[in-house]
């Protein structure tokens, strides 16, 4: 079977493309797969992508690269389109609503044509014009799923299937290292200044815990601001970005998030696949999803007082290594469910499930 999987970008640090790149290499120890890009922005993807697996690009946006037709929005369309009409394959996956409206206008109709969600359903006219036309959409959690199955009024079967984690083997924690660690972009919805106001109660407490930022964005500034203004420099440390945060995560012994959303969940998980327990805000449509707490993780109440309960919440833990080792078997435990064999014999089912149209 060969499979595509169309992203906006495979060059970007997102957890969705590390995500996608997981799922690629395991589907390519079986299938023909490849990953179309529709920008390329530089040399290589930021996540190493299987030898297997075939990358191609619509729009190289390099600097320095000669184009045909003018740029912008359109060129990228118009090559898209092109690609799409000519595309020779079985199945293709798109991991965008934009996207997948254009597989759903553009792309033969002998392909099965599948769209990957994990935000909101968005409520503009094309997508409940147009994704009648494709064979199934694939959330990556149950809530997501019921609330695309409502938008979508059983027009399309919606099923739910996890993101996957790397290939194993994964590195697994010690829980020895007074380490707290933090990843994703550094972007307002993931708050990661509530995680810096947290640890500065910790830091006041149990000085020798060190906090570790992992990414990157347009947060950065005032972020690294606030850890001035706490006077957390020898505590807090932004470690810039790695496309292993798997392997970052095992240095640490919690792994924090303070999202106000985590659609997404690569962090969560990676974590769980460290054997790291998560500590999280208990958000609507939020790392719940993954952790369950008191096994896997702990989740704390948003609203009034949150600052000092997170900060408490990660006192008790840093002050409790027995419950930590408990919680961090928890998370071993869970993150089976997101093992890349398992995700992608889902999406096996699935494809030959479902019909083509005729």
Same mark, same amino acid.
């Given at each position: 079977?060969?499979?595509?999987l169309?992203?906006?970008?495979?060059y970007g640090? /997102?957890?969705?493309?590390?995500?996608?790149?997981? +799922?690629?290499g395991?589907?390519?120890e079986?299938?023909d797969?490849?990953?179309?890009s529709? /920008?390329r922005?530089?040399?290589?993807? &930021?996540?190493?992508v299987?030898?297997?697996v075939? +990358?191609?690009?619509?729009?190289?946006?390099r600097?320095?690269?000669?184009?045909?037709?003018?740029?912008?929005?359109?060129?990228a369309?118009?090559?898209?389109?092109?690609?799409l009409r000519?595309l020779?394959?079985?199945v293709?996956?798109?991991t965008?609503?934009?996207l997948?409206v254009?597989?759903?206008?553009? *792309?033969?109709r002998?392909?099965l044509?599948?769209?990957?969600?994990?935000?909101r359903p $968005?409520?503009?006219?094309?997508?409940?014009? &147009?994704? $009648?036309?494709?064979d199934a959409?694939?959330?990556s959690?149950?809530?997501?799923?019921? @609330?695309w199955?409502?938008?979508?009024a059983?027009?399309v079967?919606v099923?739910a299937?996890p993101? =996957?984690l790397?290939a194993g083997?994964?590195?697994r924690s /010690?829980?020895d290292?007074r380490i707290? %660690? =933090?990843?994703g972009?550094?972007?307002p919805?993931?708050?990661h !200044?509530?995680?810096?106001r %947290? &640890?500065?109660?910790v830091a006041g407490? /149990?000085?020798?815990?060190?906090l570790?930022?992992?990414?990157g964005?347009?947060e950065e500034?005032? +972020?690294?601001?606030?850890v001035?203004?706490l006077?957390?420099?020898?505590h807090?440390?932004f470690m810039g970005?790695?496309?292993d945060?798997?392997?970052?995560f095992?240095? =640490?012994?919690?792994v924090a998030?303070t999202?106000?959303?985590e659609?997404?969940g690569m962090?969560?998980?990676? %974590?769980?696949?460290?054997?790291?327990?998560?500590i999280a805000f !208990?958000s609507?449509?939020g790392p719940?999803?993954?952790v369950?707490? #008191?096994?896997?993780?702990v989740?704390?109440?948003e #609203?009034e007082g949150?600052i000092?309960?997170y =900060?408490s919440?990660l006192?008790?833990?840093?002050?409790? @290594?027995?419950r930590r080792?408990?919680?961090?078997?928890?998370a071993l435990? *869970?993150?089976r469910?997101?093992?890349?064999p398992?995700?992608?014999?889902?999406?096996e089912?699935? &494809?030959?499930?479902?019909?083509?149209p005729?």
């Open positions: 079977m060969r499979i595509c169309l992203v906006p970008s495979a640090m /997102r957890g969705d493309v590390r995500s996608i790149v997981n +799922l690629a395991e589907l390519a079986r299938h797969v490849e990953i179309i529709v /920008r922005h530089r040399e290589r993807p &930021f996540f190493p299987a030898s297997g075939e +990358l191609s690009w619509v729009v190289d946006g600097p320095g690269v000669r184009h045909l037709l003018p740029g912008g929005r359109m060129r369309e118009v090559a898209l389109w092109r690609r000519g020779r394959a079985d293709i996956v798109s965008r609503p934009g997948s254009q597989v759903a206008r553009h *792309a033969p002998a392909l044509r599948v769209a990957r969600e994990w935000g $968005p409520v503009p006219a094309p997508i409940k014009r &147009f994704y $009648p036309r494709l959409v694939v959330t959690t149950e809530t997501a799923r019921q @609330e199955d409502g938008l979508l059983g027009t079967p099923t299937i993101d =996957a790397p083997p994964w590195p /010690r829980m290292n707290v %660690a =933090a990843g972009r550094l972007v919805v993931k708050a !200044d509530r995680l810096i %947290a &640890f500065a109660v407490k /149990r000085p020798d815990w060190r570790r930022l992992y990414g964005g347009p500034k005032r +972020l690294r601001a606030l001035g203004d006077d957390l420099h020898n807090v440390y970005t790695t496309s945060l798997t392997g970052e095992a240095k =640490a012994s919690i998030t999202s106000r959303t659609v997404l962090t969560v998980i990676e %974590a769980m696949a460290s054997g790291v327990p998560v !208990d609507p449509r719940g999803e993954f369950t707490d #008191g096994r896997s993780g989740l704390v109440a #609203g949150e000092e309960a =900060a919440a006192l008790t833990l840093i002050d409790d @290594e027995r080792r408990t919680l961090s078997a928890g435990e *869970a993150a469910t997101y093992g890349a398992s995700v992608a014999e889902q999406w089912k699935l &494809f030959a499930a479902t019909s083509r005729a």
